[in-house]
Nanobody, 122 residues
Framework: EKHLVESGGGLVQAGGSLRLSCVGSGFAFDNYPIGWFRQIPGSEREMVSCVSSKDKYNRIAESVKGRFTISIDKAKNTVYLQMNSLKPEDTAVYYC???????????????WGQGTPVTVSR
């Protein structure tokens, strides 16, 4: 069974940093582009970033460009989201999901992690 497990969320002051981790198991990590998403109550889940080690692409949302970086450690089956210069509007539950390739056009993700909450205080 395919699993994704997020960690690293928490409470941070505006301007601070957090690094989120997403560990995958039960599937061939190279075959699934992994994305980071976030959702606030009452809003749709938005994709923050999507990365594929196999196809060597890396997408990042305009709202976080220059502040967030996605990376992969294939040896650990882990995708990271480094978040710097955090703002209160980054407050959300952050999820990782796969396969993120066609999320913008279809909204479909094959499987999700359970989410990790991030709160940025003023």
């Amino acid at each position: 069974e395919k699993h994704l497990v997020e960690s690293g969320g928490g409470l941070v002051q505006a301007g601070g940093s957090l690094r989120l981790s997403c560990v995958g198991s039960g599937f061939a990590f190279d075959n699934y582009p992994i994305g980071w998403f976030r959702q606030i109550p009452g809003s749709e889940r938005e994709m923050v970033s999507c990365v594929s080690s196999k196809d060597k692409y890396n997408r990042i949302a305009e709202s976080v460009k220059g502040r967030f970086t996605i990376s992969i450690d294939k040896a650990k089956n882990t995708v990271y989201l480094q978040m710097n210069s955090l703002k209160p509007e980054d407050t959300a539950v952050y999820y990782c999901g796969a396969d993120c390739t066609y999320f913008y056009s279809t909204g479909i993700i094959d499987f999700w992690g359970q989410g990790t909450p991030v709160t940025v205080s003023r």
